[in-house]
C-alpha cells in the first residue's frame, strides 16, 4: 500500500508523541529513583544507637563546683545529647545530711524531673554507688543494701527514667560471688519489676569485669528487667595492692570478648573513652570493633558518653567522644 503525505505526518507525529511520553516517564522514574536513595543516604547518615551523657563526664567541674548537678539537663541539651545519666553521689550526701531525707530526696527528684522537661532531654537511668554491696557474702549487709537501693528505684520510676545502674562487688572467691550476686540481685529486681524499672549490672571492677561469671549471674536471675550495662573500658579485674580504685591494673578481662557475651543481655551501653589521636580514634580502644559488636547483638537504644580523660577538658573529652560515636555509627549504619 502507499501511503499519501498525510498518512506519513500522522504517523509521524504518533511516533513523537509516543516517544515524549516514554521519555518524560522515563525521567520521572529517574527522578523517583534518585530522592529514593537521597532519603535511604540521609537515613543512613545516622547512627543506629541514640546518645545520652553520662553525668560522670562532667565530674571534674562538678566536683569543683563551677557546674551545678542540678543543671545537669540544661548542659546536655546545650552540647546536643537527647538522654541523660545520673549519678546518685551528686545528690546523696546533701539528701543524707538533710533533717528530713526523704523530703530532700523528693525535692532533687521534682527539680530534675523539671529540668530535663524543660529542657526536652531524656531520663535514661541513674548510676548507683555508695549504698552497699549488693553481692555481700554476708545476709545481713546483702539484704540491707537491697534496702537501700529501694529509693533508686522508686527515683527512677518518678523520673521515668528506664533503670538504675548497680553494682556487684563480693567475695573474691567466683562460686560465692556468684551465689551472692544473684540472691542480692534477684531480691532487688523483684522489687523494681513492681515499678517498671531495669536493674542493670555494669562491668565495675573485681569479679563484676568477668563478663562470663556476670552473665551467669543475669541468667541466675532470670527475670526480663536484669540484665547489663556494658562499659567499653571497665574489665580490670585485680589492681596493685588489692585497691578497688586507682591503683594500676594488673589483670585484665579481654575486653572485645567482655562486650560481646555482655551484649545479648545489654539494656544499656556505655562509651567510655580515654584520649585521642589527630584523626580524632580513640587511642586505647578500637571504636569500630566494639560498635560492630553492638550492631550485631541488635542494639539500638542509648550509648552514653562516659569520657575519663586527662589530655582533654571534660567539654572536648565528651566533645570528641560523641563524634567519634556519630562517625562509626553512621558508617556502620550504611554498609
Known sequence: MKMNSTNFLSL????FLFLGIYSCKDQKSQKENTETAEANSEVNKNPFFKLSLAQWSLNKPIFAGDLDPMDFAEKANEMGFQGIEYVNSFYAQKIK????????LQKVLDTLKAKSEEFNVENVLIMIDGEGDLASPEKDKRELA???????????????AQAIRVNLFGSQDPEEWKTSATQGLKALSEYAAEKNVNILVENHGQLSSNAGLLVEVIKGVNMDNCGTLPDFGNFCLKREGG????????????????????????MAVSAKSYDFNEEGEETTLDYERILKI???????????????????SPEEGIKATKELLIGVGSKLNTK
Do not use: R
Open 97 to 104: 545530711d538533710a533533717e528530713n531525707p526523704e523530703e530532700a
Open 243 to 266: 585497691a578497688q580504685w586507682e591503683a594500676k591494673c594488673v589483670e585484665e578481662y579481654p575486653k572485645y570478648k567482655g562486650i560481646e557475651e555482655m551484649m545479648p543481655h545489654a
Open 146 to 160: 537491697v534496702e537501700n537501693h529501694k529509693k533508686w528505684v522508686d527515683a527512677a520510676n518518678f523520673l521515668d
Open 12 to 15: 509521524s507525529l504518533i511516533f
Open 294 to 312: 553492638v550492631q550485631d547483638a541488635g542494639y539500638t537504644g542509648f550509648i552514653g558518653v562516659e569520657y575519663e580523660g586527662q589530655n582533654l
